[in-house]
Every structure is written in C-alpha cells, then in structure tokens.
C-alpha cells in the first residue's frame, strides 16, 4: 500500500526555482489572470521591503504567500494546484530582469528560470514552469527564452492569459528599466534570497485538493479589527469596559464583519496618509494616537466613520437635500476595481455629513480624480499617494476645489486622459465597463438605472468580420478596422452575454437581432443611438468618437 505524504515548508525563491522542482499547470487551473494593477502592487511592495540597502540579503524577509503541489518527494515534478499566480508572475519578473542585466548576471538569472540541458547526453533545457498546455509555447517563446522580454509582441490580438502574459512583461520591462543596473541588482538579490513562500507539496491528488480548500475556507479566525478590540477596549477602566464592548459590538453587527474590518485599514489611511508597510494592528497602535483614548476614539471616529462607511458602501446617503445625486455618485466610484478612494469619501462623509452641497461637489471632483488616474494608468501605489495627500489637506482645511489641490486633475493627467480616451479603450479590460457605464448614463441625463444581472460590452464594427460580409465593404483592409474596432465610438453596451456567432452578424441584422430588446429598443442610451444609424462606416465613428470624447470632456473638465 503506498504511503502518502505531505509536506510543508518555509523557501526563499532561489531554492523554489531550482533543480528540485519542476513546475506545471495543469490544464483544469483558470488561466494565468493577474493583471498590471496586482503585478504593479507586488513590485512595489517587493522594492518597499528591499529598500536601498547595500546588503539586500541581510534584509527582513518578506513574505510572498503560500502554493500547493502535487508531488512525489523523490522527483521534482510539481503539478500546481494553488499558486500558479505567483508562480507565473514570478517567473515573467525574472525573465525581465535577466533580459536587463548584464551577460554575467543574465546567465545566472537565467539558471532560475531554465534549467540547463547537457550537450553531451542530448538532456534539453527543461524550463522551470510550464503553463496550461495551450500557453506553454506562447511563454516559453516570448517571456522564458532569453532576451525575448526586449522585443514582446503587441498585445492587439492576444487574448485571455496571453495578452496578460505580455502586458505584465512590458508593465515590468518598463519599470524596472527606469532603475539603475545596480538597484536591479540589489532587487535580484533580494528576490532570490529575502522572499520566501510556504511550499505545501502532497504526494496525491486528494491530499492536496483538501489542503486547499482548508486553506481557502473562511473560517473565523481573528481578524485585526478583533486584536485592536481587545487593545482599545482593554485601556478602559473595568467598569466601562461593558458598556463600550455592546457600542462596539453594536457597530459590527450592523457592518459585518468584513466590512468592519475593511473600516479598520481605512481609519488607518485616514491617519497615516500612506500605503500599509508593516501590518495593520502594528500601524494602528503607532499611527492612530487618538485609539489612546479609548471612548474618545469609540464615540467621537470609530461610531462617525462606521455611519459614514454603511452610507459609502450601500450608496444610501441621506439628507434633506442632494441624496439622491450623492448616492449617484458613490455607484459610479463603486464600479472601479480598487476601494483607494473610499478613505477620502469617509472622511468627508463623517466630517462633513450636515454639508450635502460640499459633499455632492466633493463626491464628483473625486469621481473625477479616481477614474481619471485610473485612466491615466497610475499604479496603485501612485494612487495611493495621491489619495494621502488629498486627506492631508482636508485635515488642514486647505481648499479643495482650487486648480493646485490634490482633489483635482493636472494639466499632465487631463492630456493622459484625454489621450487614453482616443486609443482602444475595448482593450483596457479593467475600466471599459465602469467608463461605458459612466457615459451611458451621462447621455440619458441620469435617468438610467442598472439592475441587469448582466452588462457586457459587445463591439458594432465585429473584431473579424467574414471577408464576404458588408463590413469588408466599409471596412476593406485589416488596417481600417484595427483603427476603429477597439475604439469607444464603436462599443455599445449589452443586457446580456456575449454571442461570438452573433457578434459578426451584418449591421441590420446586428441592430434587429442582438442589439435591441423584442420592443425593438435598447435599455442604453449608448446602444439606442447606434440602433438610430442606418449605415456603420468610418464617417459614423468620426463623429460619434467626437461626441462621446466631448461629453465625456464637458463632465471632468478636460480641456
């Protein structure tokens, strides 16, 4: 009877990415999926905690999180059942800096991501990481092989893990490159030593799939809103200390206790005005003085920002005046994928909730500011900043809305948005829903709502329309489509999933059959105005692009 084992273990990098294992992803794993937002937070959290020391290998470690393999303790082969994330990521971050360094330290960069054949005996070179099958090749060849990250493919016509594969290689490319040779070296140093996972190997299939689902269950472990409880509750005296556990309590309950944990790192924010370095709890008691004050804290921030948090996520302000315009504006900050901008909102809200006319104002100049750095690709760590700033000047009581605030878009950022809006905004997979949103309903002058369970974004003029097809008729050459296809004049919105038959259906029978409803109309006013066109040629997208763009410029005022 075989005897299964299971084995776990603390790494840094370069004994991961070596001759003892040999990773591969298996064909079920969803595909590599990370995008420039997650790959961006990781270098920067990585260079944070390498900082600019001469010795990075004598460095504090710093943890990368955990993967799971299935694996015999005797062979290297590892397939990945949990972590091919980092896995991937990892290995496209090693591939760039070899293709950085000079020959000398390339070649032994390059060690950890290949593993050297023998010439003699005919062993080829086995790469450490394989991918799914279907992208194997596409990484080996584009990112794995050396000097291949210098001359990555465009990323138009790639698709799913591929696109992200090059995207994330030229994201990095590009910020590495801004580095000096010697801080890439120092970062190498500290990648391969100081940076560690935990390596969770099974010899079977079953022993491993249960590990992972234990160590992806949520249990109720204590969370960091529950240790700084225990702290601030604690300095009261005994016999106060029943009466604020039930306010605290009290507080939770009606947030959840997710979301009451998610308040915790924001009151954070609000105090330290920077990106997390260390953890939560030791930020908390260094940086939020007035948690030393225990029913200060309790009832004059923790209650005000609670109230104020509840308002935030569930977009129901309310006030006697500009409810319903405030609430707007918090769906619209809602549909970005990050939550860097709700510290400010809180603030606001808490401090300023009886002035619904500076709220409202507040609440859309933030708008403002959060889709345009989105727009103008700044990291999260740019937006981070940005964010610490503008609530250190509403703690000062600076003014807010004058041109040199914090709140407001530069002359720089207002051109990088203006010029992100002109390019393929289909292919900035991130924000084409939230901004198409956004216009939609800006054309419908508010009045448009948003309870489907589905919104999707379908192209009019289709990626790749049959050579036979009216479109080749507008659209004659492969050069007058790409300049149009993933442009925002040719997106429209959809209350249903995508149909790639449907897709490439003629403009007519595009309008009548996919397009509009069995009332003949659309639910969006995005889609209703393309439904009105008669013909889709280059003349209609010339000028629906202008009208878009300069609704789009009147609301943020970009020019």
């Known amino acids: 009877m075989t005897r299964h084992t299971i084995e776990a273990s603390e790494k840094p990098v370069v004994d991961i990415f070596c ?18 937002e997650q790959v961006g937070e990781l270098l920067d959290d990585i260079r944070t905690a390498c900082g600019d020391t001469d010795k990075p290998e004598d460095q504090s470690p710093y943890f990368l999180g955990s993967i799971v393999l299935i694996k015999d303790p005797q062979k290297p082969d590892a397939d990945v059942v949990d972590g091919q994330q980092r896995l991937t990521t990892l290995t496209i971050l090693m591939s760039v800096l070899r293709d950085l360094a000079d020959p000398h330290m390339a070649g032994f960069i390059h060690r950890h991501v290949c593993q050297d054949g023998n010439p003699i005996t005919g062993a080829p070179d086995v790469f450490r990481l394989t991918p799914r099958e279907r992208d194997a090749d596409f990484f080996r060849n584009t990112i794995q092989t050396q000097g291949q990250t210098l001359d990555l493919p465009q990323v138009e016509g790639l698709k799913d893990a591929k696109a992200r594969m090059v995207e994330n290689a030229a994201f990095l490319r590009e910020k590495l490159s801004a580095l000096s040779a010697e801080e ?6 500290f990648i ?21 689902s234990v160590m992806n269950s949520r249990g109720l472990d204590l969370s960091a809103a529950d240790i700084l409880k225990a702290d601030i509750i604690g300095k009261l005296p005994t016999d106060q200390q029943e009466k604020y556990t039930g306010i605290w309590e009290t507080a939770e309950e009606e947030l959840g206790r997710e979301r009451f944990a998610d308040l915790f790192a924001h009151i954070r924010m609000i105090h330290r ?11 908390f008691r260094e940086y939020v003085t007035t948690a030393k004050e225990p029913a200060t804290f309790i009832e004059k921030e923790l209650l005000p920002y609670a109230d104020a948090y509840q308002e935030i996520t569930d977009k129901a302000f309310q006030s006697h005046k500009n409810a319903g315009e405030i609430n707007r504006q918090l769906v619209h900050l809602s549909r ?7 510290p400010p909102a809180l603030e606001a809200a808490a401090k300023r909730k009886n002035d619904p006319d500076f709220l409202l104002r507040f609440l859309s100049d933030l708008e403002r500011l959060a889709y345009g750095m989105f727009l103008a690709r700044k990291d999260p760590s740019e937006r981070i900043r940005r964010y610490g700033q503008l609530l250190g000047a509403m703690q000062k009581g600076e003014d807010l809305f004058a041109g040199g605030s914090p709140l407001q878009l530069t002359n720089d950022e207002k051109l990088q948005v203006r010029h992100t809006l002109n390019g393929d905004i289909y292919t900035i997979t991130r924000i084409r829903l939230p901004l198409l949103l956004r216009i939609d309903e800006l054309l419908s002058q508010g009045s448009a709502t948003y309870a489907h369970a589905v919104n999707s974004v379908e192209h009019v003029l289709p990626q790749n329309p049959k050579l036979d097809s009216v479109w080749s008729q ?3 050459t492969e050069a007058d489509r790409l300049k149009w296809v993933h442009k925002l004049a040719n997106l429209v919105l959809l209350t249903r999933r995508k149909n790639s038959q449907a897709s490439n259906y003629d403009f007519a029978d595009k309008k009548q059959k996919y397009f509009s409803t069995t009332a003949g109309v659309s639910n969006y006013a995005l889609t209703s105005q393309v439904l009105n066109e008669p013909v889709w040629t280059e003349e209609v997208l010339v000028r629906r692009q202008a009208d878009l763009i300069a609704a789009i410029e009147k609301l943020w005022r970009l020019a």
């Open 336 to 342: 970005l994928d990050n939550v860097d901008w709700q």
């Open 19 to 36: 001759d003892k294992y040999v990773f591969r992803i298996p064909s079920y794993q969803r595909p590599y999926a990370w995008t420039t």
């Open 192 to 212: 391969a030593n100081r940076c560690y996972l935990v390596v969770v190997a099974a010899s079977d299939q079953e022993s491993a799939f249960r590990i992972f």
């Open 474 to 476: 507008h659209f004659p």
């Open 184 to 189: 890439r070296r120092r970062l190498t140093v």
């Open 273 to 283: 005005k920077q990106k997390m370095q260390g953890t939560l709890v030791t930020e």
